[in-house]
T-cell receptor, first 116, second 117 residues
Framework: DSGVTQTPKHLITATGQRVTLRCSPRSGDLSVYWYQQSLDQGLQFLIQYYNGEERAKGNILERFSAQQFPDLHSELNLSSLELGDSALYFC???????????????FGPGTRLTVT | TQLLEQSPQFLSIQEGENLTVYCNSSSVFSSLQWYRQEPGEGPVLLVTVVTGGEVKKLKRLTFQFGDARKDSSLHITAAQPGDTGLYLCAGAEITWNYGGSQGNLIFGKGTKLSVKP
C-alpha cells in the first residue's frame, strides 16, 4: 500500500459527459501528479500540483483540468468526454523537497475510466 | 524533453531463467527509478539509482546506472512467475531556478515480462 488513495476505482460514463476523479496523497507529501495510461500510449504525464499551485503541465487536453485543495487532496476533472479518453488515470505523490534530486513518486491504485 | 527507450518491449521466459531489460536515453538524468506494475494496479517503486556506475541489489533483482547516467539495466536472476509485470524506468528531469528545484519524471513505455511456470 503506497498510502495514496484514489476514488472511484471504476467509472463508466457516456460520451459528452463530465467526471471528477479524486486523489489523496501520502501523509506529508505536498506534490500531486496526474497520469493517463492507455494501452498504446504508455504512462503519460498530465499535470503536477505542489502545495495547491500548478507546477508543471504535460500532455493535458484543454477539456481536462485539475486542482489541489488546502488539505492537499486533488481532483482531476474530465469534460466533454470522448471514446478515446477511456484509460487508467493514476495519481502519484511525492515529498517534492526543494533541492531534491530524486523526486520519487508513489502511485495510487488508479481509476479505470470507460467512456461508452 | 528527454526520452527514455526501454527494450525489449515484450519478454516471455520460463521460470528459473535469467533476464536483463534495458533503459536508454541520449540525455543525462539526475536519478533514475524502476517501477513494477501489475495489470490494473498502480506502478510500485522498486529502486532509485543516483550515482553513475551505481549498482543496487534487491533480492534477485540487480539494478545498474550507467557511468554517464544516461542508461540503466535491470537484471533478474532465476525469474519466478511472481516477477510477471510491466517494468517501467523513469528518469528525473530537474530544472533549477532561484526558487529551488522543480522535478518531473520521464517514463519509458516499459518492458512487459511474462514468466511461465
Amino acid at each position: 500500500d503506497s498510502g495514496v488513495t484514489q476514488t472511484p476505482k471504476h467509472l463508466i460514463t457516456a460520451t459528452g459527459q463530465r467526471v471528477t476523479l479524486r486523489c489523496s496523497p501520502r501523509s506529508g507529501d505536498l506534490s500531486v501528479y496526474w497520469y493517463q495510461q492507455s494501452l498504446d500510449q504508455g504512462l503519460q504525464f498530465l499535470i503536477q500540483y505542489y502545495n495547491g499551485e500548478e507546477r508543471a503541465k504535460g500532455n493535458i487536453l484543454e477539456r481536462f483540468s485539475a486542482q489541489q485543495f488546502p488539505d492537499l487532496h486533488s481532483e482531476l476533472n474530465l469534460s466533454s468526454l470522448e471514446l478515446g479518453d477511456s484509460a487508467l488515470y493514476f495519481c502519484a505523490s511525492s515529498g517534492a523537497r526543494e533541492l531534491a534530486t530524486t523526486y520519487e513518486q508513489y502511485f495510487g491504485p488508479g481509476t479505470r475510466l470507460t467512456v461508452t | 524533453t528527454q526520452l527514455l527507450e526501454q527494450s525489449p518491449q515484450f519478454l516471455s521466459i520460463q521460470e528459473g531463467e535469467n533476464l536483463t531489460v534495458y533503459c536508454n536515453s541520449s540525455s543525462v538524468f539526475s536519478s533514475l527509478q524502476w517501477y513494477r506494475q501489475e495489470p490494473g494496479e498502480g506502478p510500485v517503486l522498486l529502486v532509485t539509482v543516483v550515482t553513475g556506475g551505481e549498482v543496487k541489489k534487491l533480492k534477485r533483482l540487480t539494478f545498474q546506472f550507467g557511468d554517464a547516467r544516461k542508461d540503466s539495466s535491470l537484471h533478474i536472476t532465476a525469474a519466478q512467475p511472481g516477477d510477471t509485470g510491466l517494468y517501467l524506468c523513469a528518469g528525473a528531469e530537474i530544472t533549477w531556478n532561484y526558487g529551488g528545484s522543480q522535478g518531473n519524471l520521464i517514463f519509458g513505455k516499459g518492458t512487459k515480462l511474462s514468466v511461465k511456470p
